[in-house]
């Protein structure tokens, strides 16, 4: 008999375990991800969270969890359900449907237009549940993941922020993800807060490009791995290929490191960008910056996760990254659902 409770503290340890036998993706590329020590850290970047605990026989069988998100400029509230897992051994007993029947119950008395949440384009299992269950896939995103290898030259003056940019850097991502589906525009009070309550991030790790005086493009550098640990668990047998050839050709010149099979890494996260339009070069270039940055504090990788319609894709393209795709599928609770064109990638969001 299967029952839903609460998560408790206690639960944090077993959780953590399951986690790491819960897999995305499928037999020819799949992620694995290590949370510890705190299962529900990711959680705790919102405001309006929750997290449901399935147990079988005493026994912990799987978790889902959601936060509410709102829109005041719309007056409008939806949800984003975080995950779903189940245990290997507790697979094919209708758990994973009944955690997010549980949520749909939870949260309709709330009044969201919709529910929402993103799935790794491999992880066809998961996809196959969420679609019988009545949501339709919306949106692709493309995950962006560059290898920090070597310095790369700089022609624009890049510095952190001060507290008297905050305004003008607000008033540039504003305009720049205006539009965007999810994207609420952000006062300079919520936006320092925001960022301040982010582990690992706040405006120290948020840097600006300026000509004459003007701010023309800024983003933040997140050490998403105070959250999370990723390791591939499967590899596409090219990629095996080509970890062998680089290992071999950096005895000469230096080379882009991929990750081994089951080898655990950490990643920095691009996060609240904007650039003007007549200046992707400046971009260009903080992306370069953050590039030396890491590469002078001996981290591996970093990259974003966006829209294909965003304009950072193109830019972010020419570092040559390795891009995988995450889809957004989409329930309504009453209407019909919205549309779901240039969608706005929620920092937060992206921890797997």
Known sequence: MVSIRPFEERDNTVMLDIEKLCTQGNENLAMGVDKSPDIIARYKLYDNWQV???QEDGKIAGWTGWTVKHDPTKGQ??????????HPDFRRKGIASKLVMEVERNVRELGPTHIYGLILEQNNASKALIEKLG???MRELKICGLSVFKKVAQKYKIERISKNEIHDAVSLINEYHSGRKHFVPYTPEIFESYISRI???GLENFWVVKENDNIVACAG???CSVIQRMC???EPFMWKVMRRMFRFLSLFIKMPK??????YFKMHYIADHAFRKNSPDAMLNLIGHFNNFLFD???DFFGTQLDPDDPLFEIIKKYGPQIESVSVYAKAFEKELPEFCSFYSDTRDAIL
Request: aromatic content about 18%.
């Open 52 to 54: 449901l605990v399935a």
């Open 135 to 137: 949501y339709s896939k």
């Open 199 to 201: 582990p690992a991030y």
């Open 77 to 86: 509230q939806y949800i984003y359900i975080v995950e779903v897992m189940v």
């Open 232 to 234: 591939y668990t499967k």
């Open 221 to 223: 550098l997140w050490d």
């Open 258 to 263: 991929i990750p081994a099979e089951g080898e």
């Open 297 to 299: 504090n001996k981290r």
